[in-house]
């Protein structure tokens, strides 16, 4: 495979505007390399799409300004409204697990401020991005706009039910943990689709590669991985005698 370097990212409106203090002085683009060498490729990430994607997203822009001198730690992000963005080593293994094409039409669950959502524009044909809370859908749609991520669609909406307006779609990506995968997305399935989520809590939690073929679902386990849940997706508790 040849090596990869971070790509020298074109000045865009908006990417330096209202940094101060630390965050002015830090060299992001230093940063993002050390993110990709030190917590991402150590952790099995082979994928030439996916690491060059990782390079090229500026994850400084999805956070507040406060935490733009911290956005590269090896840690999750508080987004707001109980929301994170997602810790680079699982989430990078999450995307190589889905294989994803420039063919792929992809659901993303969960937009919150649109990082992910960046990810997914440079790895597929197009994204379709559910969120619930107002907000976040808000601040996702101007950032995504401002650095020209324009194969992203941002909708509002409840997470749980998809977009099945948009269906079928080759890729669901579920971003963050949940229960259980709701039938509602399974239906939102083209055959041969795939779906990946991190199923359960906590570090017991699984990475699920799901596999729609002729109205079957296959499901697999891949790794254990510990991120933030995302809300709305808990199973209904059953009436015990």
Same mark, same amino acid.
């Given at each position: ?73 090896? *840690? /999750? #992000?508080?987004?707001?409204? =109980? ?5 680079? &080593?699982? !989430?990078?293994? $999450? %995307? ?6 420039? *063919? /792929? #039409?992809?659901?993303?669950? =969960? ?5 992910? &959502?960046? !990810?997914?524009? $440079? %790895? ?13 859908? =808000? ?5 995504? &706009?401002? !650095? ?94």
């Amino acid at each position: 495979m040849a090596d990869l370097k971070a790509p020298r990212l074109a000045s865009k409106d908006g990417l330096n505007k209202g940094r101060t203090g630390t965050a002015k002085m830090m060299d992001f683009e230093a940063a993002r390399t050390k993110m990709v060498e030190n917590q991402i490729r150590t952790t099995d990430v082979t994928s030439h799409s996916v690491l060059q994607a990782f390079f090229s997203v500026p994850r400084e822009e999805f956070v507040s300004a406060k935490l733009k001198p911290l956005a590269y730690i090896d *840690d /999750d #992000l508080e987004i707001g409204a =109980g929301r994170y963005l997602m810790e680079a &080593s699982p !989430l990078a293994k $999450l %995307l190589q697990l889905a294989q994803i094409t420039k *063919d /792929d #039409l992809v659901l993303e669950i =969960g937009c919150g401020t649109g990082y992910v &959502s960046a !990810l997914l524009s $440079l %790895l597929s044909g197009s994204v379709v991005s559910v969120e619930s809370d107002e907000a976040l859908s =808000g601040q996702a749609i101007e950032k995504l &706009s401002a !650095l020209g991520y324009d194969n992203v669609a941002v909708v509002p909406g409840e997470m749980e039910k998809g977009c099945p307006a948009e269906a079928p779609f080759d890729l669901i990506f579920v971003n963050g943990a949940i229960e259980e995968v709701p039938p509602a997305l399974i239906e939102q399935l083209r055959d041969g689709g795939r779906l990946i989520a991190v199923v359960g809590y906590g570090n017991a939690a699984q990475a699920k590669r799901l596999v729609k073929e002729r109205g079957f679902v296959s499901e697999s386990d891949h790794f254990n991985a510990s991120v933030k849940p995302l809300p709305g997706f808990r199973r209904e508790k059953s009436f015990v005698f």
